[in-house]
């Protein structure tokens, strides 16, 4: 309980910035669809990548017109500075890219904003090649979404170990168990009174004393 209680303290002193940052998370979602697909890119980037790396690449190829244009070798160019696997990386950010806009990208609007966000992530990891639950539900809360599902990467399990929501860190996360995690998570969330897309900024912010995203 002690340890619940601090948690909870560290929330209250967080709380107004991780809202602030949820609040611009829904702002990415409303202006023109293609905006939603820089966030997507910056997700194919994240796996075994950090966060601040991948975002800074993503700027780059922005600035340098590569985002919308460029060519894999392009790409490729950018990501190697910046993040692991950037051979396959930078294939999967240029199919997805390709794959939705011939209609500027209206069909990735659809598929994150109609219907559950659970659909809108089985969806996503159907369709979009280089991406798992975790890059798929980060996505979804990077442009406003994210309320009932969970980022589940080893850092987050890690915090849920520490605080009893889980006992110990999988040997593998299957799909089932992702799940089984992700329903654990919502029930410990609804416990203590922190959204789950709270809590998830919450550890990343004393992870890296940054509310990021």
């Known amino acids: 309980m002690e340890k619940i209680a601090e948690l909870q303290s560290k ?4 709380k107004h910035e991780i809202q602030q940052r949820l609040l611009h998370f829904k702002k990415v979602g409303k202006p023109p669809p293609r905006i939603l ?16 790396s991948c975002n800074e690449a993503i700027q780059e190829l922005k600035e340098y017109n590569l985002l919308f244009s460029g060519s894999t070798s ?3 160019a950018i990501l190697a500075k910046k993040t692991r696997f950037h051979n396959k990386k930078a294939v999967y950010l240029v199919e997805a890219r390709e794959q939705f806009r011939p209609d500027n990208f209206a069909r990735l ?7 559950s966000e659970a659909h809108a992530a089985s969806v996503l990891l159907k369709e979009v090649k280089g991406i798992g639950l975790k890059e798929c539900a980060h996505y979804l809360r990077n442009v406003g979404r994210g309320e009932t599902i969970a980022i589940l990467d080893r ?12 006992r110990a860190l999988p040997k593998s996360l299957t799909k089932k168990r992702y799940f089984e995690i992700e329903k654990k998570m919502s029930s410990f969330c609804r416990r203590i009174g922190i959204p789950m897309s709270h809590l998830d900024l919450l550890f990343w912010a004393e992870e890296t004393g940054k509310v990021f995203k």
Request: net charge positive; proline share 2%.
């Open 11 to 14: 929330y209250r002193k967080r």
């Open 37 to 52: 697909f820089e966030e997507l890119a910056f997700c194919i980037l994240t796996p075994q990548s950090k966060a601040f």
């Open 74 to 76: 392009q790409i490729r």
């Open 109 to 115: 609007k659809h598929i994150t904003f109609d219907g």
């Open 155 to 166: 850092h987050i399990m890690k915090n849920l170990v520490k605080y009893g929501a889980i």
